[in-house]
């Protein structure tokens, strides 16, 4: 056997950055995601005026859409933190193959259901602000400012959520092709 | 140099002595000079997944491709008018679902044309690279879908549920035939997400 040739069990040293900024990567997203769930939830706007047939009360789960895109942040941001471990696992030992295959698929999961409540939630906003008379659907921004512009805000956090996902997955992928 | 002489004892083992001893000895049991192997690089697997892979991405175009036509083509008018209201209801009355016919053709159009990148990966099944750009390009995909899926799923859920809340009436109820299509349109949306998903999570475990 040639000395110098390959030797199994030792991975190149890139992998180990990449670990590294795999764990930052997913540091941030946890913010995003956990800040643009709770920004959703406590949304909780009502008018100050009175009347026995009409509400005036806006809150999150007057919308299906906005409760679909809460408990989805919340699942994605709670799978985070639990990856956190895995994450540590592959700066401690930087050429695990299965691990890092587990962890791609598992983000590529948690990705497509964040941008799942995220689109939803953005198609209920868009509605909300613009309205459609063709249905018949009232713009409900224009009487409830501060409950759209908060959920307006929440939902840049799960968008840079997904982009840090995506970021994480080709993270994943070119550790697994560099072993 | 002077002084040095080296003496060589050669015992005679009793085998030698009667003239059996074979000619070469045989080597140490644990002998740490091991034939080399040249082992061609393992292509039989991985050149497998790289033709299901182009042809998930023949189904994903399928899905894409029917999603977007059955979107775009709904066109239901009611038998009946007045001055005020409009009876008629198409895609484009609603920007979730142009957004949905938009996207939806992207992702048909990026399908097609990445067979030929996957192509490569059948003919040439050791190289990471295209299967990583592959993963890289198809992980995209699978956020512009989901978006467009999903941002349309939820303009659906709206249309047939309505919301007392905020006053909007459930206009399924009167354009059942729109509904249906607009509906099977986003079924086959998240089919899409779902062969995009297997294509990266497929793309992955070849590398």
């Known amino acids: ?3 110098g040739s390959l030797q199994l069990g030792v991975a190149p040293p890139a992998n180990r950055g990449i670990s590294i900024l795999d764990l930052f990567l997913r540091l941030v997203a946890i913010f995003g995601t956990l800040a643009s769930a709770i920004a959703m939830a406590t949304t909780n706007q009502t008018l100050p005026f009175v009347s026995q047939f009409v509400r005036f009360r806006a809150k999150f789960n007057d919308l299906p859409s906005f409760t679909f895109f809460v408990v989805a942040s919340s699942i994605v941001s709670v799978y985070l933190i639990l990856s956190l471990a895995l994450s540590i696992l592959h700066i401690a030992k930087a050429n695990a193959v299965n691990t890092r295959f587990l962890l791609l698929f598992l983000d590529t999961a948690a990705m497509g259901l964040l941008m799942a409540g995220s689109a939803a939630a953005t198609a209920i ?3 909300a602000h613009d309205g459609n008379n063709k249905v018949n659907w009232f713009a409900i921004c224009q009487q409830y400012n501060d409950f759209c512009k908060r959920v307006s805000g929440s ?13 994480l997955i080709l993270l994943s992928g070119v550790a697994l092709s560099r072993r | ?3 040095d002489s080296t003496t060589i004892n050669i015992t005679e083992t009793p085998k030698e002595r009667k ?3 074979p000619l070469l000895a045989a080597p140490p049991a644990s002998s740490s000079i091991k034939p080399v192997v040249q082992k061609a690089p393992k292509g039989g697997y991985k050149r497998g997944l790289a033709i299901f892979d182009v042809v998930l991405r023949l189904a994903g175009i399928a899905a894409a491709l029917g999603a977007a036509i059955a979107m775009g083509s709904t066109d239901q008018t009611l038998p009946f008018f007045t001055q005020f209201f409009q009876f008629k209801a198409e895609f484009d009355d609603l920007p979730a679902f142009t957004f949905f016919v938009i996207a939806n053709s992207i992702t048909a159009a990026y399908l097609a044309l990445s067979i030929p990148i996957s192509i490569v990966c059948i003919v040439r099944p050791h190289l990471a690279a295209p299967r990583v750009i592959l993963l890289f390009l198809d992980t995209v995909m699978v956020a512009l879908t989901t978006a467009a899926a999903g941002g349309a799923a939820s303009i659906v859920y709206l249309a047939h549920n309505g919301n007392s809340d905020a006053n909007w009436p459930a206009i399924c109820q ?3 035939d729109f509904c249906q299509e607009v509906s099977g349109a986003v079924v086959a949306s998240f089919l ?3 062969v995009l998903m297997v294509l990266v999570v497929l793309s992955a475990f070849s590398l």
């Open chain 1, 155 to 167: 939902l840049i956090g799960s968008y840079a959520g997904v982009v840090v996902l995506i970021l």
């Open chain 2, 174 to 176: 009167q354009f059942n």
């Open chain 2, 192 to 194: 899409t997400v779902v």
């Open chain 2, 19 to 21: 003239g059996k001893a």
């Open chain 1, 1 to 3: 056997m040639k000395q």
């Open chain 2, 1 to 3: 140099m002077e002084g």
């Open chain 1, 125 to 127: 906003v868009q509605l």
